[in-house]
């Protein structure tokens, strides 16, 4: 589903953000990207749905070489690549169930397809009753569910999720994290950066380990270490 | 993947309204810079319609004053017929005048219904027999003095003076059109900077979900669209005024040189249609480039 052939990615002026890093990822897998802030984690996500572009190598989404992908196409790859953040990026002057079908609106689904998906996915994510409420009423992990929702809505073939439970205290973590395992159950590719050492060792997911942007560790039904 | 009208309408509205300040400055703007360009166009439009005055070989036209009593036109009448520099000269009448002044206006009946044959004056249309201005002037000028006679026009003077005028009239309406349409550009593309800026984490989620470019781009394009039309009518009113005043201007001091600056209603239409099409132009240049900027960086 996700491969990278060497991929060196560097910031003007800085640091090499990603060093030669290769891997492979399966359909349907669960992976969590660990390390030290400014290891590269972050950049890893963003090349996949190509907000950044790397500076060598190859990555393959589904088969295809994004390198190759014409600008007007890229849309069209992130419609299969759901995004998470720590911070939600929710939009705070419209409603939860606004907020998921803004994510249908803007690629131009209809409205009975959106009138049918929005209900039932903010049911999914357990948030049925609060459809009508604004992002600031809400808990962070209440919040942090919407974006779940909203990145899910359009059944992604992947869900990237930068430190979706950054801002969460533990047991409202563990709550996102198994939403998280659920929409992985339905077959979505799930990829994760996070620094929590103790969701990562209660998982005992695939474990890829960066540090200052090389791949030191890869591991199958890996701890945090 | 079809656009949704109800879509682009309120996003496009909540762009409009979202900074009132910012979108009236712009329109004011646009419209400032349009009139300038139509000013310009309606003095080029008055000189073109110049040349119907003088056909054919005539060079000079002796003006009678409006009372000129039949004694008075005899007598220039017949200066004109001894005079050995003057090959062909011809009398128009009221009837005759009043008939050039209704196919000339034809268009515009408003105009017609306020003159009538008495108020327009008589004329020689002169052909010289040496068609050289510095002859044609020292010959004309002999009749310059004469009684009953209000002016003599040289049709290479009149000329001319109309083009000196017109074109330094209309050089510098044209700079300073140029100069506002870029200020207009500009600001069109600030404005539409700030509504992306105000919408950024819109903008970003939509990125995100995997809406097309044109997509984002559509409502922030038709935002400045809609303001460039705006001030461009504000404008064509504004040229559509100055015209008026021309107009009514000439009438009440009387007819001569810059009668054909008179514009009708309908040389009026083309400059407002170009007008119209700048605004539009302004606005959807702008913002289009603002909006690229944006989705690029």
Not at chain 1, 177 to 202: C, E, S, W, Y
Request: aromatic share 8%.
């Amino acid at each position: 589903m996700i491969k990278l052939e060497n991929v060196t990615k560097e910031y003007q002026g800085s640091n090499i953000a990603l060093r030669d890093a290769s891997a492979d990822i399966a359909k349907g897998e669960f992976v969590f990207l660990v390390g030290p802030s400014g290891s590269g984690k972050s950049t890893f996500l963003r090349l996949l749905n190509k907000q950044e572009e790397p500076d060598e190598g190859r990555i393959f989404v589904a088969g295809k070489d994004i390198g190759e992908l014409s600008n007007w196409k890229v849309p069209m790859l992130r419609r299969n690549i759901g995004c998470v953040f720590q911070d939600f990026k929710l939009l705070p002057s419209r409603t939860v169930a606004e907020n998921v079908s803004f994510a249908l609106e803007v690629i131009g689904r209809p409205r009975h397809v959106i009138k049918s998906q929005v209900p039932a996915i903010c049911e999914l994510v357990g948030l049925g009753d609060k459809t009508e409420k604004y992002p600031d009423q809400l808990s962070g992990g209440e919040q942090q569910r919407v974006s779940i929702a909203r990145a899910f809505v359009n059944r992604p073939l992947i869900l990237l999720a930068d430190e979706p439970t950054g801002n969460l205290d533990p047991q409202t973590a563990n709550g996102i994290m198994r939403l998280l395992d659920r929409i992985n159950k339905t077959g979505t590719t799930v990829v994760m950066a996070t620094h929590d050492r103790g969701i990562v060792d209660t998982m005992r997911r695939r474990v890829i380990e960066l540090s200052n942007g090389s791949i030191v560790r890869d591991q199958s039904r890996g701890v945090y270490e | 993947m079809a656009i949704r009208m109800d879509y682009v309408a309120r996003e496009t509205g909540n762009n409009l309204i979202r900074n009132p300040s910012l979108t009236i400055a712009t329109v004011l703007t646009v419209a400032v810079s349009l009139a300038l360009l139509g000013a310009a166009l309606v003095i080029q439009q008055g000189v073109s319609g110049l040349n119907g005055s003088f056909e054919d070989d005539v060079e000079f036209i002796v003006w009678m004053v409006n009372d000129a009593d039949q004694e008075q036109v005899a007598s220039v009448d017949s200066a004109l017929a001894s005079s050995p520099g003057v090959k062909d000269h011809r009398f128009v009448n009221q009837a005759e005048t009043y008939a050039e002044f209704e196919s000339f206006w034809k268009e515009s009946p408003e105009v017609l219904d306020t003159v009538s044959p008495g108020d327009l004056p008589t004329s020689f249309r002169v052909v010289p027999e040496i068609p050289d201005l510095a002859v044609v002037e020292s010959l004309g000028a002999e009749f310059e003095g004469q009684p009953g006679v209000l002016k003599v026009d040289f049709a290479a003077d009149y000329i001319k003076r109309l083009n000196q005028f017109s074109s330094a009239a209309s050089l510098t309406m044209s700079i300073a059109a140029f100069a506002s349409a870029l200020a207009s550009s500009l600001l069109m593309y600030n404005t539409i900077r700030t509504a992306l800026f105000a919408r950024r984490r819109e903008v970003e989620v939509m990125r995100l979900v995997g809406a097309t470019n044109w997509f984002i781009r559509i409502p922030f394009m038709l935002e400045g669209l809609i303001q460039g039309l705006v001030g461009a009518m504000f404008s064509a009113i504004g040229v559509w005024a100055l015209a008026r005043t021309i107009r009514d201007v000439i009438f009440k001091s009387g007819f001569g040189l810059f009668d054909s600056f008179a514009l009708t209603n309908s040389q009026l239409l083309p400059i407002a249609i170009i007008l119209l099409v700048s605004g539009a132009a302004i606005g959807a240049l702008g913002s289009g480039v603002a909006v690229t900027r944006y989705l690029d960086a």
